[in-house]
């Protein structure tokens, strides 16, 4: 996953208000094996998309009200091979709770909050690769940043529109302000919310698959090849080998009875088996209600 654009709103009251609206391409290289979104054979209560070569996710939600989404770091010379999966970051928060992977020895046995989970996993974070984390859990309101290449300590988010790239959170590459820029616009107009998952969250989808590219004299520094610089700088990303394979849109908004609704969608350009056509337009969408979470020592 490699921009993020998202409007977090923590003390939303009224029906039809949203606490989360976001949006997110996925860059990966073409060849690396992906299930498009759905709920997990192994783990029902997760709708996610699913890495199959290194098991992990870019970004899920769960049925009972948590999030995970992440970006890598870019730091050319600073990715050893042998380094673990960041996906399994994101899926081991997803995880945590669930009975039947526990019982396996797939997951934490306790459901726990962001800041927990950040903590129970802080002793291994530099065996990774760089990346940046968000770990929601709405039935709290917390939505929490980390990225193991900050100096920074985790941030619980207060209300605003922030962007995630391949750098921290809000670094102004030019995707991203152009993004966070047109999502607040987005969201400004009010518009409609038809009861289809995939007519609700289509707008959303359209911001990102824009592959304008960024001025030369705008381009950040990163350390890679000026001609690389330049490609990776659209927010739809297109090279012969590595681009955006899937956009995703998730909101999470109020209903009458104060309670939530998850409505999520996906726009794939993986065509069939891993293979990818362009332009994609394979989808996925689905919508929910979040159920309350399992008391804390149930089993």
């Known amino acids: 996953m490699c921009l993020i654009v998202f409007d977090w709103r923590p003390d939303a009251h009224k029906p039809g208000d949203a606490l989360l609206t976001l949006v997110a391409n996925r860059?990966?290289?073409?060849?690396?094996?992906?299930?498009?979104?759905?709920?997990?054979?192994?783990?029902?209560?997760?709708?996610?998309?699913?890495?199959?070569?290194?098991?992990?996710?870019?970004?899920?939600?769960?049925?009972?009200?948590?999030?995970?989404a992440l970006t890598n770091y870019r730091a050319p010379g600073q990715t050893p091979a042998h380094a673990?999966?960041?996906g399994v970051l994101v899926s081991g928060y997803l995880l945590a709770g669930d009975a039947a992977n526990a019982d396996r020895g797939g997951a934490l046995r306790e459901r726990l909050t962001p800041l927990a989970y950040l903590d129970h996993i802080m002793a291994s974070v530099a065996d990774y690769n760089g990346f940046n984390l968000l770990l929601g859990d709405f039935t709290r309101r917390e939505l929490v940043w980390f990225s193991n290449r900050s100096a920074a300590p985790p941030m619980l988010l207060s209300a605003g529109v922030y962007g995630l790239s391949n750098a921290l959170l809000d670094t102004p590459w030019p995707k991203v302000e152009r993004k966070k820029a047109a999502l607040g616009a987005a969201l400004a107009r009010h518009p409609a919310k038809p009861a289809e998952p995939r007519a609700r969250l289509e707008p959303l989808i359209e911001l990102l698959r824009d592959p304008a590219l960024a001025p030369d004299d705008a381009l950040p520094s990163t350390g890679i090849p000026f001609e690389r610089e330049r490609a990776l700088s659209a927010a739809f990303i297109e090279t012969p080998d590595y681009g955006t394979r899937s956009t995703t849109a998730l909101t999470v908004e109020l209903d009458a009875a104060g309670l939530s609704t998850v409505w999520i969608a996906e726009r794939s350009d993986d065509d069939g088996p891993h293979r990818?056509?362009?332009?994609?337009?394979?989808?996925?969408?689905?919508?929910?209600?979040?159920?309350?979470?399992?008391?804390?020592?149930?089993?």
């Open 84 to 86: 673990p999966s960041r």
């Open 27 to 68: 860059d990966e290289f073409f060849v690396r094996h992906t299930a498009s979104l759905g709920a997990w054979v192994d783990a029902p209560h997760i709708v996610a998309g699913r890495d199959l070569a290194g098991g992990g996710t870019w970004l899920g939600v769960t049925r009972d009200g948590r999030f995970a």
């Open 276 to 299: 990818v056509a362009r332009p994609g337009d394979t989808w996925r969408a689905a919508s929910f209600p979040i159920a309350a979470p399992p008391p804390p020592n149930a089993a």
